[in-house]
């Protein structure tokens, strides 16, 4: 089946301990992205990825990292959580970026940072 | 004021009304998204258009570039249908996807 995983669906941890979001894709997508979403301030853009080894910033990079060492994963990092990073996270991919091809969206993981 | 608006912000139905979700932007655009998000919190794509008009089963979405507006109808509308539609435009000059912040849409039996 055609998915977007993300892992894990929830994560509770404390400010300053570092950790990563995982995102995988088996379509062979070339663009990959991720967005937090916000209550009153919808989805917004961290990074996102044209293709392997390639990726840029999105409106709301601070305190992200991204990696695309291969086509299929994006994983998210953050290596110092901090209590306003607490929101909901979706990763996204599509065929050749969202000028020509719908974004396939993962199911979201809920970060909760104390 | 935000680069995409959407109307109105919540709206309740009743099964089989004919419903009308707006988003307006404000900046040039390639193509614009209709995004469908159900209370378990994921994400469907419904319909990608750059103009004209796009049809799914009893989805319509419409755009009008000259007025920088775009349209998402559902006929007879369910109960199932029941979620937060979102908009979201990519910009034309700075290739980023801005998003609206949904509108949430809930059919009663």
């Known amino acids: 089946e055609a998915q977007v995983t993300q892992n894990p669906r929830y994560l509770i941890t404390v400010t300053g301990k570092k950790l990563t979001v995982t995102c995988s894709q088996n379509?062979?997508?070339?663009?990959m992205s991720w967005y937090r979403q916000d209550p009153g301030l919808g989805l917004r853009q961290i990074y996102y990825?044209?293709?392997?080894?390639?990726?840029d910033k999105g409106d709301v990079p601070e305190g992200y990292k991204v990696s695309r060492k291969e086509k299929r994963n994006f994983p998210l990092i953050l290596e110092s959580p901090s209590p306003n990073q607490t929101s909901l996270y979706f990763c996204?991919?599509?065929?050749?970026?969202?000028?020509?091809?719908?974004?396939?969206f993962g199911n979201g993981t809920r970060l909760t940072v104390t | 004021k935000n680069e995409v608006e959407q109307s109105p912000q919540n709206l309740t139905a009743q099964e089989g009304e004919f419903i009308t979700i707006n988003c307006s932007y404000s900046?040039?655009?390639?193509?614009l998204h209709w995004l469908q998000q159900h209370p378990g919190g994921g994400i469907v794509s419904l319909f990608m258009?750059?103009?004209g008009k796009k049809k799914h089963g009893r989805l319509i979405a419409t755009i009008n570039i000259q007025e920088k507006h775009s349209s998402l109808h559902i006929t007879a509308s369910h109960p199932r249908d029941s979620a937060v539609y979102i908009c979201?435009?990519?910009?034309?000059?700075?290739?980023?996807?801005?998003f609206g912040t949904g509108t949430r849409l809930q059919v009663f039996p």
């Open positions: 379509m062979n997508h070339e663009y």
């Open positions: 258009l750059s103009s």
């Open positions: 979201a435009v990519l910009s034309y000059n700075t290739d980023k996807l801005i």
């Open positions: 996204a991919s599509s065929y050749s970026g969202t000028r020509s091809s719908p974004l396939h």
């Open positions: 900046v040039g655009i390639s193509a």
């Open positions: 990825s044209m293709n392997v080894e390639v990726t």
